[in-house]
T-cell receptor, first 113, second 115 residues
Framework: NAGVTQTPKFQVLKTGQSMTLQCAQD?????MSWYRQDPGMGLRLIHY???????DQGEVPNGYNVSRSTTEDFPLRLLSAAPSQTSVYFC????????????FGPGTRLTVT | AQSVTQPDIHITVSEGASLELRCNYS??????LFWYVQSPGQGLQLLLK??????LVQGIKGFEAEFKRSQSSFNLRKPSVHWSDAAEYFC?????????????FGKGTKLSVKP
């Protein structure tokens, strides 16, 4: 049982490039979320999903796109990377018993130059 | 609006000393409260949670937290700190986001441990 996995661990992009951050969970959790973590800011919610085919925006959704075609996977797409998107990105999942009790992946450190 | 405040950005304690990390929240209803720990370069690990019932909750690694409704606080405590407790600690409150519960995090408290 791997829990929540994220790839890649590190990524460097140039401004304007696009990429997809991968997130997968093997706990059969319905709920999945993406957060970004910036120094002194804590974690802020980008997008979340309550199940396959259903997504919604969080606090800081601009510049990011998500889709959820399966229960296991919840990729985050950067459409046109900007230096302001330099951050550490965390994916989290939770089950129907308590969507608040979230399990986090190890994170992806993204640098946009 | 819901919010979580961790007043201390950085705390240093000596190994073996007691620890208290402060957390205050703003939320209209009965809150669901959490403490997470993040070691350098790692993801977040759940230390403990409060949903209802006994206001003193026990967590992993010898941590406990006390919910005080009158003070809107959920402070984290440990009686004797170990060097391995050096990490960043985040308090969070669960909020309803449509059909899903999500978390609002404080900005974190970095704990350093002196030998």
């Amino acid at each position: 049982n791997a829990g929540v996995t994220q790839t890649p661990k590190f990524q460097v992009l140039k401004t304007g490039q696009s990429m997809t951050l991968q997130c997968a969970q093997d706990m059969n959790h319905e709920y999945m979320s993406w957060y970004r973590q910036d120094p002194g800011m804590g974690l802020r919610l980008i997008h979340y999903s309550v199940g396959a085919g259903i997504t919604d925006q969080g606090e800081v959704p601009n510049g990011y796109n998500v889709s959820r075609s399966t229960t296991e996977d919840f990729p985050l797409r950067l459409l046109s990377a900007a230096p302001s998107q330099t951050s550490v990105y965390f994916c989290a999942s939770s089950g129907w018993e308590s969507s608040y009790e979230q399990y986090f992946g190890p994170g992806t450190r993204l640098t946009v130059t | 609006a819901q919010s979580v405040t961790q007043p201390d950005i950085h705390i240093t304690v000596s190994e073996g000393a007691s620890l208290e990390l402060r957390c205050n929240y703003s939320y209209g209803a009965t809150p669901y409260l959490f403490w997470y720990v993040q070691s350098p370069g790692q993801g977040l690990q759940l230390l403990l949670k409060y949903f209802s019932g006994d206001t003193l909750v026990q967590g992993i690694k010898g941590f406990e937290a006390e919910f005080k409704r009158s003070q809107s606080s959920f402070n984290l405590r440990k009686p004797s700190v170990h060097w391995s407790d050096a990490a960043e600690y985040f308090c969070a409150v669960g909020v309803d986001s449509g059909s899903q519960g999500n978390l609002i995090f404080g900005k974190g408290t970095k704990l350093s441990v002196k030998p």
